[in-house]
């Protein structure tokens, strides 16, 4: 966050924004397929007077750009009476949709990060969101983000002194922006036994390129080595399947030093017979059996769809009895949404936890997760207008 020690100015009595533009957003566009936009901006709010701006019902930011040609606009209640208690409330819209004369697909996917800034421009207080659509007018923030007195006399310091400010910092990740394009795509009008014939070619395709691993040997150029176990496998597999292998062997290869075989170490023979398994069929024949440990090894080598059918799996078969053991592996190994899920479920069962064992011993050894759970069982109440909460 050093970088927003200089991105603080003043222009207004009600608050003053700057955009930080941080990446170049790219496009892939055909007239047979969407356009695809990604992108990450950030906005600075600088909120000056803040002991006067505090006593409004409502403030807003100037209406910020980011991304394809949107417009932005945060919104605060101060000290808002929820319950019997003032909290501060923040809010994002989405008060212009791009080029609005296009009548496609106005959609957008994203994530937001707010940060409310303490007085040596660090982050005093972050939340992200889950990942969200936003159409045009949609809002996404909290009415319950903390309390008002925790802004003004908590252990953190938020407002300096020095000019009565308070400095919200938010950053919006676009995942996908999708605007079809005016031809139709390629198999739009296939029929059901058509679509029926092409599911079955990508079986029979998954199938035969499984054999290739299962047969054990079959042309294989190259070893996978554990501790007590070698797989035959193929490097243009790996290299198309995988980026932390492709990224070996492309290493091997400028050095001009022959790569017979890739030691993994660290985990069963039957984790990394099931990532194998999955790079050559995309099924995971162990699905089922070892989910946290898919998760694991999927994690370590960045395979961002191994891992989001074991996050899937796993949400659907929390319990009582795994949910600390999901809890800590989530937070182990950068799965936001199964820890936002398993967060979920223990507030819900606050009673239980408070006197499981388990979960004692996990808060800990890891204080972090205390913090999380207290702050999403704040914030488990939202608004009506709502549609995501940070």
């Known amino acids: ?129 889950r990942t969200i659509e936003f159409q045009k007018n949609s809002t996404c923030g909290n009415r319950k983000l903390l309390l008002s007195s925790n802004l003004l006399n908590g252990p953190v310091t938020f407002i300096r002194e020095v000019d009565d400010t308070l400095n919200i910092h938010v950053r919006i990740l676009i995942q996908k922006e999708m605007k079809h394009q005016s031809a139709p795509c390629a198999g739009a009008n296939r029929t059901a036994e058509e679509v029926a014939r092409s599911h079955r070619r990508q079986e029979e395709f998954s199938l035969d390129l499984g054999k290739f691993f299962k047969q054990g040997g079959t042309d294989s150029d190259i070893e996978i080595k554990t501790d007590t176990a070698a797989f035959q496998v193929h490097k243009v597999v790996l290299a198309a399947r995988c980026p932390i292998f492709a990224t070996l062997l492309e290493e091997a290869q400028k050095e001009k030093k022959p790569l017979k075989a890739i030691f993994i170490g660290g985990f069963q023979n039957d984790m990394v017979q099931g990532m194998l ?83 004692k011993k996990a808060l800990k050894t890891y204080p972090n997760l205390a913090v999380e759970l207290f702050m999403a069982e704040e914030q488990m109440d939202t608004t009506h207008f709502e549609v995501c909460q940070f």
């Open 277 to 359: 398994d999955y790079l050559y069929t995309g099924e995971i024949q162990l699905l089922q059996e070892n989910l946290m440990g898919l998760l694991e090894i999927a994690d370590k080598y960045q395979l961002a769809e191994l891992k989001d059918d074991c996050k899937t799996a796993l949400i659907a078969k929390l319990t009582d009895d795994n949910a600390v053991d999901n809890l800590v592996s989530a937070h182990l190994h950068n799965a936001g949404e199964l820890k936002n899920e398993v967060i979920k479920y223990i507030n819900s069962r606050r009673k239980f936890f408070k006197e499981n064992e388990n979960f």
């Open 1 to 129: 966050m050093d970088y927003l020690r200089n991105a603080f100015y003043s222009l207004g009595f009600g608050g003053v924004g700057e955009s930080e533009r941080n990446l170049t957003p790219g496009n892939a566009a055909s007239s047979t397929t969407p356009e695809v936009d990604e992108e990450e901006f950030a906005f600075l709010w600088s909120i000056r007077n803040y002991s006067v701006m505090k006593n409004l019902e409502e403030v807003k930011s100037p209406v910020f750009p980011g991304g394809n040609k949107h417009d932005w606009q945060l919104r605060i209640n101060p000290e808002k009476m929820i319950d019997g208690s003032k909290y501060f409330g923040l809010y994002l819209t989405l008060v212009k949709f791009g080029d609005e004369g296009n009548t496609g697909l106005r959609k957008i996917s994203a994530q937001v990060e707010v940060t409310l800034l303490d007085i040596t421009a660090s982050a005093g207080f972050q939340r992200r969101s």
